[in-house]
């Protein structure tokens, strides 16, 4: 009789999924907390800030949920359709909030606004290095 194999005995470390919720609380809360600080500053600014912010936060937020629905050798077939289709998502909907913002928001601080959108993706980069256990 066989003895059964232990949990991938043999085949390699699995993915392990990074811990969405406290990468999203994260960057809201660094996002909140300088958005709030700007009111003091300059509204114009302050809410620049914010859309920046929440351009990139918004996006990452649907990839993460997308990307990370199945796991397993067995679903490999989902799991590479849920990768395409989140990143594809992602860009969809970062080029959309992109256009209305552009659009729809005067005035508006566009330096603000793309510093703050790269400031979060960097701290994206950063939460998802500090918080996964790599």
Known sequence: MARPL???AGLG???????LLKIFLGQCSVL???TAGLLFVDVTTAYSVLLGGMVCILPNTYFGAMAFRHSGARSAQKVTTSLYRGEVGKFLLTAVFF???FVFIK???VGALFTTFIATMLLNWFLV???SNF
């Open 99 to 101: 256009a209305c913002i």
């Open 32 to 34: 909140a907390v300088l």
């Open 13 to 19: 470390a699995p993915i392990v999924k990074p811990p």
């Open 107 to 109: 005035p508006l601080s």
């Open 129 to 131: 290095h500090r918080l």
């Open 6 to 8: 232990k949990k991938n």
